[in-house]
């Protein structure tokens, strides 16, 4: 099972929105389950989940932040970008009898 | 308070065994799916297996780097997941988290991490 494929870098200025990217294939982003989850990590900090089920936000999570999917990409939205969501940002997926991550986006708040 | 606090880690030599524990606290664990996580230092994060509930015959699955040396078990009565990890190598040297899975297989409840070195 590969890894999904993120961009390594985004950025933009405080307000702005930023947009992830996470490809996989058919057998798991693009699989039959809608079950793509994503998280952001701070350093030496454990991740903590933003979205899952592809749009869904735990409770705490701010109405900033939203997911969706096209085929075999989804993608994270931060809308009214603000400091503290400077960080790392990884999708995940089910994929059949495992599950996999991607490969990582550091998000940097100019 | 709804935590899972991970012990276990240390230094070990290639071709060695270490057994982690994650601890359970504050939810149903026996409810729960339970999954293995790690990270390599400055890498990005890696799924290691899981151990479904018991309604889901506590069924386990294995990332292809790990399968046939590393087991996840559980023992309900103590709230507790572990992870065996056999046959070690300098590549599996990494941060270990368990999590909790939740509806989509997300990951809700994190550890803060334990450390395993694998070197001579």
């Known amino acids: 099972q590969s890894a999904l494929t993120q961009p390594p870098s985004a950025s933009g200025s405080p307000g702005q929105s930023v947009t992830i990217s996470c490809t996989g294939t058919?057998?798991?982003?693009?699989?039959?389950?809608?079950?793509v989850s994503w998280y952001q990590q701070h350093p030496g900090k454990a991740p903590k989940l933003m979205i899952y089920?592809?749009?869904k936000r735990p409770s705490g999570v701010p109405d900033r932040f939203s997911g969706s999917k096209s085929g075999n990409t989804a993608s994270l939205t931060v809308s009214g970008l603000q400091a503290e969501d400077e960080g790392d940002y990884y999708c995940?997926?089910?994929?059949?009898?495992?599950?996999?991550f991607g490969t990582g986006t550091k998000v940097t708040v100019l | 308070e709804v935590q899972l606090v991970e012990s276990g880690g240390g230094l070990v030599q290639p071709g060695g065994s270490l057994k982690l524990s994650c601890a359970a606290s504050g939810f149903t664990f026996s409810g729960s799916g339970m999954h293995w996580v790690r990270q390599a230092s400055g890498k990005g994060l890696e799924w290691v297996g899981r151990?479904?509930?018991?309604?889901?015959?506590?069924?386990?699955a294995y990332a292809a780097s790990v399968r046939g040396r590393f087991t996840i078990s559980r023992d309900d009565s103590k709230n507790t997941a572990h992870l065996q990890m056999n046959s070690l190598k300098t590549e599996d040297t990494a941060v270990y988290y368990c999590t909790r899975s939740i509806l989509g297989d997300a990951f809700d409840i994190w550890g803060q991490g334990t450390m395993v070195t694998v070197s001579s």
């Open positions: 089920e592809v749009t």
């Open positions: 995940g997926s089910y994929a059949g009898s495992n599950n996999v």
């Open positions: 058919s057998s798991d982003v693009g699989g039959y389950y809608n079950y």
């Open positions: 151990i479904r509930n018991k309604a889901n015959n506590y069924a386990t």
